[in-house]
């Protein structure tokens, strides 16, 4: 194995797809509201903020609230939200990512997560993958959003490897960028075409080996 001694995970796209629950979240929002919301609309979404992403719905809308008003819907549809990935199963686990999981352990390769989203635990316990990492960072433990590496220094750091040791696997621009930042290879899973400056792009987690690992 080259010098790679960890991998870093982000979770929504990588190891499960969280993304319908935040759009029927939000959709449910908008509808209470008295207007509609998209799916073209939530992909303008991807790797924004909650409060941002409210901000854009509600111009979308053509509602005007005040701050502490959007702090209240905010979190609404966060509980909506919390309350539908209380339900998730084993069998929304994406294709291959537990299988690359244990294949990175049994090669003694160091697994973290590294996730902005503040419900990193409770999905990982109710998908009961929650062992298969060594460490886990998720949005209680940093401040600054992707692509700041703080999510993916954190994580090498708890693991005790360096950065230069690690190889991330993210779905979002923003989190290659974060990748790039902290000086660490990176994977991208989804499109060559959108993700042009990871090192290495696949479909998923299934088309992952240790071999081309160690190629990277």
Not at 100 to 123: D, H, P, Q, V, Y
Not at 146 to 155: A, M, Y
Not at 184 to 193: D, H, L, N
Request: overall charge negative.
């Amino acid at each position: 194995m080259s010098n790679i001694k960890a991998c870093i995970f982000d979770l929504d796209g990588v190891i499960v797809d969280t993304a319908v629950y935040h759009y029927k979240a939000w959709k449910r929002l908008a509808n209470e509201l008295g207007f509609d919301f998209t799916e073209e609309d939530n992909e303008k979404l991807k790797g924004v903020s909650r409060v941002r992403s409210l901000q854009l719905i509600l111009q979308w809308g053509g509602v005007t609230k005040t701050e502490a008003e959007q702090e209240e819907l905010a979190t609404t549809k966060n509980d909506w939200y919390v309350e539908m990935i209380s339900h998730m199963t084993p069998a929304e686990i994406l294709p291959g990512a537990k299988e690359f999981l244990l294949a990175c352990r049994a090669a003694e390769i160091k697994t973290a997560l590294g996730s902005a989203s503040k419900n990193s635990m409770t999905i990982l316990d109710k998908i009961n993958l929650t062992p298969l990492f060594d460490t886990i960072v998720d949005g209680n433990m940093v401040s600054k959003p992707k692509p700041d590496p703080e999510v993916f220094l954190k994580g090498a750091e708890l693991l005790n490897v360096a950065a230069s040791d690690c190889v991330v696997f993210e779905d979002a621009i923003a989190g290659v960028e974060a990748a790039i930042n902290g000086r660490m290879k990176v994977v991208g899973i989804g499109s060559p075409q959108v993700l042009i400056n990871a090192d290495l792009v696949v479909n998923g987690l299934n088309e992952m080996t240790l071999e081309k690992l160690k190629n990277l």
